[in-house]
């Protein structure tokens, strides 16, 4: 379709020697408004979906001791890497080693007692055999052995676990990671399973969640199954750069929010360089994925009354026409179209102000470069309400 600018006689010509009414103003529907219209775009459009993402740990511990006591020796610092089994802080351990002392102590003397029942039992055995003894006195002395063997056995029991206390009393890493910055100072009053001494988290890989919606999801659920599927997943960081790794979905929640309607996801993104950071926030994109065939129109072009989406489209008699419209997704610059436009129609991207429908038009054709439209997401990096995916 070619739109043709209209041509528009005065009328003057018509009233030419007339007086009175015949020459009061012309109205101002007679007169062509000048505008630039663009036609409708169909083409297989590139859907880049974005989000505002945060930097969570993939995985977070809370150190704490064994024991109680104070802490007396610290072989750390905030915020320094750790590696499995690196020993991080010393609790005062006086009280423990005078605990296996008194555990060693007990463990010798019962099994001095159970050495004197083991020769008393043998010698009454003896006597027994004699008929010097009853066999009442010889069962006595078997069951006294017995609970000297399980005297001994407690003793043990009670000598390990001081081992064990006095073991704890340096409390290691549970895993590798970084140290966070809360751990405690020298002289900390520590409750065994209790006092948090440090936490510990993995900086590589981390995550970055968000949310999205249930069109979203069910969009990227089948996108991630469909074979050789091409669509990447990018990080802009809040200074505008592009982080250098691309990720990975790793986590899906269960349910959608009651309130938000929206799904968090989690994506899991090398980081070498310990460049992100837990708490930090960045836009997420999703690129790679397509609308086949799909209309689109320009978002300069929509206009919104009682609830309802209109563009106005210049004819081929260069006269205005309303239509509603029904809207997909955004790209870029352009909605989706469900319905409501043809591939030929041309809608009026500037001039909009007081256009009605019927009304005569002055169009300029133009394109997609002359107006700057794009298939690209607004540079704008992060959402107002940064706490939605928390």
């Known amino acids: ?155 043990e029991a009670l000598l390990q676990k001081a081992k064990d206390d006095l073991a704890d009393t340096i409390v290691y890493a549970p895993m590798s990671g970084r140290l966070g910055i809360d751990d405690v100072t020298v002289g900390t009053l520590s409750t065994a399973g209790s006092t948090s001494l440090a936490t510990i988290g993995v900086v590589d890989p981390v995550y970055v969640q968000f949310a999205v919606s249930e069109q979203e999801y069910l969009r990227l659920s089948r996108e991630e199954e469909r074979p050789n599927s091409s669509f990447k997943i990018s990080l802009t960081l809040a200074d505008g750069s592009i982080y250098p790794y ?13 309130e938000t309607g929206t799904l968090i996801i989690r994506t899991i993104f090398k980081n070498p360089e310990a460049l992100l950071v837990p708490g930090m926030y960045a836009r997420v994109e999703i690129e790679g994925l397509k609308i086949p065939n799909a209309l689109l129109v320009p978002e300069r072009a929509l206009q919104q009354l009682l609830g309802e989406t209109l563009v106005i489209v210049a004819q081929s008699d260069n006269k205005s026409a309303v239509r509603k419209i029904q809207l997909g997704e955004k790209i870029g610059s352009y909605y989706v179209v469900k319905s409501g436009l043809k591939a030929d129609d041309w809608v009026i991207v500037e001039g909009l102000t007081n256009l009605r429908d019927g009304m005569p038009l002055e169009v300029t054709q133009v394109t997609a470069k002359d107006m700057d439209f794009s298939f690209s997401p607004s540079e704008k990096i992060f959402d107002a309400e940064k706490n939605a995916n928390k």
């Open 246 to 258: 691309h990720g990975e979905f790793a986590e899906y929640d269960r349910t959608l929010g009651n």
């Open 1 to 155: 379709m070619k739109i043709f600018p209209a041509i528009i006689l005065t009328a003057t010509l018509l009233m030419t020697g007339c007086g009175g009414e015949d020459t009061e103003e012309l109205a101002l529907e007679d007169y062509p408004t000048r505008v630039k219209a663009m036609k409708v775009l169909t083409t297989d459009a590139p859907i880049t979906f974005s989000y505002s993402g945060q930097v969570i740990d993939r995985d977070e511990i809370t150190v704490q001791s064994k024991v109680s006591g104070s802490v007396v020796e610290k072989y750390v610092k905030g915020g320094q890497d750790v590696v499995e089994g690196q020993a991080l802080f010393k609790i005062d351990d006086r009280q423990y080693q005078s605990a296996v002392l008194q555990a060693e102590a007990n463990l010798a003397k019962s099994k001095t007692a159970l050495a004197k029942e083991r020769v008393d039992l043998q010698r009454d055995e003896e006597l027994w055999q004699a008929n010097a003894v009853s066999e009442q006195t010889l069962t006595d002395q078997r069951i006294a052995v017995k609970s000297q063997e399980a005297e001994v056995a407690a003793n």
